[in-house]
């Protein structure tokens, strides 16, 4: 299919030497700010929806290793199922033609994660891979974050190591949120990427990184959007979703979903199937 925006072979190069890339100004500041605006007003609905925002916590506990304060993170995963504006970002091709320099013209949802960091006390994220979390066989998922609001280092920007996805999966902790020893991996050693409203930052699931606490006045709030290569399948049956193998862009050329009702991966179901224990 024609693309519409790129990115240059400097950009590309940049991304498979660092394994991130921040792209300046995907969104105007004005639509950032009415995505912020749509992304509260969901947090409020669902908070009332739910008796309140802890309900919808979801600091790690190994976040209180990095803050004094009581750490909170507001979240919810697939915003496309509550707001018809975030169903539309999915598939923005001033995001997806850009995610197909990376990764290939098909490009195929894994999940969404609506994060906000409340002022002054909003969670940290210890630095760790997303790969314990859902791990595939190629290596081309990644995460894509729209930042609706400027984000500065005290805002608890994304920080990164550059290079580190040539590492491979390295053995994560999984107490507290799957994440590296802290001694070793400490946050200092991260590359801080400061950022504006409409900002987006692309990085492989390989790439070390987190992100600090939120010490300013103002929430942080970001949409994470996973994607991968249709192609590309999972190796374990974990972290499944509702929203799981939308296609964003391009075509499935596996037709792995099923053509009934349930429109079930047939790749997920021979995998479990494999994969249980005879009686």
Same mark, same amino acid.
């Given at each position: 299919?024609?693309?519409?925006?790129?990115?240059?072979?400097? /950009?590309?190069?940049?991304?498979?030497?660092?394994?991130?890339?921040?792209?300046?100004?995907?969104?105007? =500041?004005?639509?950032?700010?009415?995505?912020?605006?749509?992304?509260? %007003?969901?947090?409020?609905?669902?908070? $009332?929806?739910?008796?309140?925002?802890?309900?919808?916590?979801? %600091?790690?506990?190994?976040? =209180?290793?990095?803050?004094? &304060?009581?750490?909170?993170?507001?979240?919810?995963?697939?915003?496309?199922?509550?707001?018809?504006?975030?169903? =539309?970002?999915?598939?923005?091709?001033?995001?997806?033609?850009?995610?197909?320099?990376?990764?290939?013209?098909?490009?195929?949802?894994?999940?969404?994660?609506?994060?906000?960091?409340?002022?002054? /006390?909003?969670?940290?994220?210890?630095?760790? $891979?997303?790969?314990?979390?859902?791990?595939? %066989?190629?290596?081309?998922? &990644?995460?894509?974050?729209?930042?609706?609001?400027?984000?500065?280092?005290?805002?608890?920007?994304?920080?990164?190591?550059?290079?580190?996805?040539?590492?491979?999966?390295?053995?994560?902790?999984?107490?507290?949120?799957?994440?590296?020893?802290?001694? /070793?991996?400490?946050?200092?050693?991260?590359?801080?990427?400061?950022?504006?409203?409409?900002?987006?930052?692309?990085?492989?699931?390989?790439?070390?990184?987190?992100?600090?606490?939120?010490?300013?006045?103002?929430?942080?709030?970001?949409?994470?959007?996973?994607? =991968?290569?249709?192609?590309?399948?999972?190796?374990?049956?974990?972290?499944?979703?509702?929203? /799981?193998?939308?296609?964003?862009?391009?075509?499935?050329?596996?037709?792995?979903?099923?053509?009934?009702?349930?429109?079930?991966?047939?790749?997920?179901? $021979?995998?479990?199937?494999?994969?249980?224990?005879?009686?």
């Amino acid at each position: 299919m024609e693309a519409t925006y790129s990115l240059s072979p400097e /950009q590309v190069a940049f991304y498979e030497e660092n394994g991130y890339l921040h792209l300046p100004g995907v969104l105007s =500041r004005e639509e950032a700010t009415a995505y912020r605006e749509e992304a509260h %007003a969901l947090i409020r609905r669902l908070a $009332q929806a739910r008796g309140g925002e802890d309900a919808l916590n979801a %600091a790690w506990g190994s976040s =209180r290793a990095l803050t004094d &304060l009581p750490p909170k993170l507001l979240h919810c995963h697939n915003v496309q199922y509550h707001s018809a504006a975030f169903t =539309r970002l999915l598939c923005d091709p001033r995001l997806t033609d850009r995610i197909a320099c990376l990764i290939g013209p098909n490009i195929q949802l894994h999940h969404t994660k609506l994060f906000i960091k409340p002022p002054e /006390q909003g969670a940290p994220f210890p630095l760790h $891979q997303d790969y314990p979390y859902f791990p595939h %066989a190629k290596h081309t998922m &990644l995460a894509a974050i729209f930042f609706f609001e400027d984000t500065p280092v005290e805002r608890g920007c994304l920080c990164v190591i550059p290079g580190s996805h040539k590492l491979g999966p390295l053995p994560h902790i999984p107490e507290g949120g799957w994440h590296l020893p802290l001694e /070793q991996y400490p946050l200092e050693a991260a590359v801080p990427i400061p950022v504006e409203a409409g900002d987006v930052v692309v990085f492989n699931y390989l790439t070390i990184h987190g992100s600090g606490v939120n010490r300013t006045q103002e929430a942080r709030t970001t949409l994470l959007v996973q994607m =991968r290569d249709p192609t590309d399948f999972p190796t374990q049956a974990v972290h499944l979703s509702r929203g /799981q193998g939308l296609m964003l862009r391009g075509i499935d050329p596996t037709a792995d979903a099923d053509p009934d009702t349930s429109s079930r991966s047939r790749y997920l179901s $021979q995998l479990s199937h494999a994969n249980r224990t005879p009686e």
